[in-house]
């Protein structure tokens, strides 16, 4: 389909209702007024962004073309603020939809179309060198037709330079879905399969109606990533799910990237057999749901902004490696092959203070 083209400049819209909020950026359900179109405008401050992130973000959305990521029609610059002016997805969040009637988690045959989706939108992503560093239910996307796509890429980072490809080492995301890898940057560095195991939190969150360890504070998530053996469907627990979404999801959460799939070759797993169409969505999970405006303005009103974020977290790096010391050492186990082994009296170089929407990470989001 051809692109509309939507006029450059804050006088062409009117901000009609918040829909999304986090540290540094609104984003705001809106008319553009010569087209008639409903659109969602994501308004950074140049104040309490980084320029050179904020502008990637905006250039990538103008860029992607996959109907699992999101798009952006236009951005500029409006006093000191970016604005990005993007398709509206009616529906919201995958996680506004399930914390306002999934609480539990969704039936398994949802969970497979949302993630045969996001899927499809890391393998173009992975292809043209980017890492997303932030897939979660909070960051994808649902329309009134049941299409699914990826968002937010304010902490995406490409692994090309200079036309060599390279491993990353700057530590960004969410507690709760970062790899190891991630975690032990220093050490190690990372590359695509980090979204991988990303993408593995992502789907245990969607089965359980929140992420592993999403009772802790950040810095106890990040020992408990390295120290523990990772997570997965419980046998006894979860028996309601089907033993190809039990090895997916196993096979995404090895400790050793190496021993994760790619994109491309996890989508040909029989698990996403069971995903449906978009109008399966559609009838499934979002017949009789409030609108996004309305959910937005009820989570407002109970001031909680868990569920209302719209960016990643904001790591201050050079303030989680001053407080390195103040971590116990550990020692993560070497049994098995897919284990990140790390040596004892070795410090992990992270801590708690971390620029977040939220000042704590306490409740399960």
Known sequence: ??????????????????????????????????????????????????????????????????????????????????????????????????????????????????????????????????????????????????????????????????????????????????????????NYGYNFKADIWSFGITALELAHGHAPFSEFPASTVLHMTLQRASPGLDQKGDKKFSKSFREMIAMCLMKDPRQRPSAQHLLKHSFFKKARSNDYIARTILKGLPTVGDRATEIILRKDQSTLNVSAWKFNVRDLKTRASQLPDYEASTSGKDQVVVHQRERLEVTTEIRSESEEHNTRT
């Open 1 to 186: 389909m051809e692109r509309k083209n939507y006029p450059i400049g804050a006088e062409y819209y009117t901000l009609l209702q918040e829909i999304g909020h986090g540290s540094s950026s609104t984003v705001f359900r809106a008319i553009c007024k010569p087209l008639l179109d409903t659109v969602a405008i994501k308004v950074l401050d140049f104040d309490k962004n980084d320029f050179d992130h904020t502008a990637q973000e905006a250039q990538t959305m103008i860029l992607v073309d996959h109907p699992n990521l999101q798009m952006a029609h236009c951005s500029f610059v409006a006093d000191h603020y970016l604005w990005i002016v993007m398709p509206f997805m009616a529906a919201g969040s995958c996680l506004h939809i399930m914390k306002t009637a999934f609480p539990h988690g969704y039936k398994e045959a949802v969970i497979a179309t949302i993630l045969r989706g996001i899927l499809r939108g890391l393998e173009y992503m992975h292809h043209h060198g980017d890492i997303h560093r932030d897939v979660k239910a909070g960051n994808i996307l649902v329309d009134s037709n049941g299409a699914i796509t990826l968002s937010d890429f304010g902490v995406s980072v490409s692994l090309f330079h200079a036309g060599d490809r390279h491993s990353e080492s700057s530590f960004a995301g969410t507690p709760c879905w970062m790899a190891p890898e991630v975690i032990l940057e220093k």
